[in-house]
């Protein structure tokens, strides 16, 4: 990895380290605003407040897609963190349940960003044998800033006031915009954008990526779940006081981390698609237990198991993605699964508010045990269809050191 390879990785990093910590912060709060029957009243608000803001996202990364070029990355990310750093210092000012989804919507329009311009960065600027680790590496930082919004949101929530976090992350973000960009300065991406100068193809793009739809949608669901409910899981129904479920969803996200860093060394024995059998599969099992339970010790070793699993499958689907895809696409493609995450993460964290109100808290993660389980018996079948045939293709063989 040369000097320009590690600036690149360490601006990337830090963007992504206040990118998703930001998208954290105020899930973790609902259910305090929930408790004290503040703007959030029944569990289908939460819902109704992820799929408004998503659904702005969702049209935003198709905007990103098409638009964002080598030249823009740097800039781009810039403004992602700058943004949602903004809304978050606003939002504590909202009045009215309005308000506050026109908040989250700036948020959620800032964090859209990341994803298809940040990883098509990293995957323009790596090869061979250490593209995977650069994967792993950005993936976890983006977990160490949900670890820490985890931590520092549940503590100050719970001793300081639900506005204290939002104004604390929304001040670190805007720091955090200005610490990447000075990172970051000599590496603006154009010599690294490859034939991203081509006009994007779509058609094309979505035929490259077909295979991924199903492991990307259900990947945004888990997510989504575990942002919006894993808060009130724990606070109403498993008696965890504020600061101890900011650990116990930090302990989640921790070993999410660890999960980034060992993905190249587990991906190169079983193979990325080996990986995405094996990460839903344990995500299936524990995520049924976690709806059963009514043990809070035991809920938390599973959610740490969890959050393994999953974020195993993250690096895994974005590798795929990067190998697969044409150069000129790259950015659209990434664009594409972000969004395909975003509609799982929006339609089922909205349906699943309705659950909880009808069923309890729990539902949503014996609903989101069930999709885990056909993603891996999808996964598995697809492996085993594909290398029948004499030429394997990209899911296969990916970027070859």
Known sequence: MDAKQKKILGAVAVFHVFNDASVVTLPTIFPILYTQGYLIRRYADIGTLIL???????????FVGHWAKGRHYRTLLFLDVLTVGLFLWLTPYARSFGMLILFYIGVRIGSSIYHPVGVSWVTNSFRGAIFDRAMGIQSAF???????AFLGTGYLAQHYGWSVPLHVWGALCVAGA?????????TNGADDAGD???????????????HFIVPAVVSGVAWGITMAYGPSLLNHRLGAPMSLTGIILGGWIAAGVVASLTYSRIAERIGRDGVLILGFSVTAATTCLIGITTNLVLAAALIAIFGYALLLTFPALLTLVGASAKSRNRTAAFSLIANLQ???NAVFAFMAGFMSDAWGIHSPFI???????????????????????????????????
Request: no cysteine; hydrophobic share 55%.
């Open 52 to 62: 408004a803001g998503l659904a702005v996202a969702i049209l935003f990364h198709f």
């Open 142 to 148: 983006g977990d160490v800033g949900v670890l820490a």
């Open 178 to 186: 200005f610490a990447g960009l000075l990172l970051s300065r000599g």
């Open 196 to 210: 991203e100068s081509e006009p994007v193809s779509w058609s094309e793009t979505i035929r490259d990526q077909r």
């Open 342 to 344: 975003i509609l799982g």
């Open 367 to 401: 609903m989101l045990g069930a999709l885990s389980l056909i993603v891996a018996i999808y996964a598995a079948a697809l492996r085993t269809r594909m290398r029948r045939t004499a030429a394997a293709p990209p899911i296969l063989e990916g970027i070859r050191p």
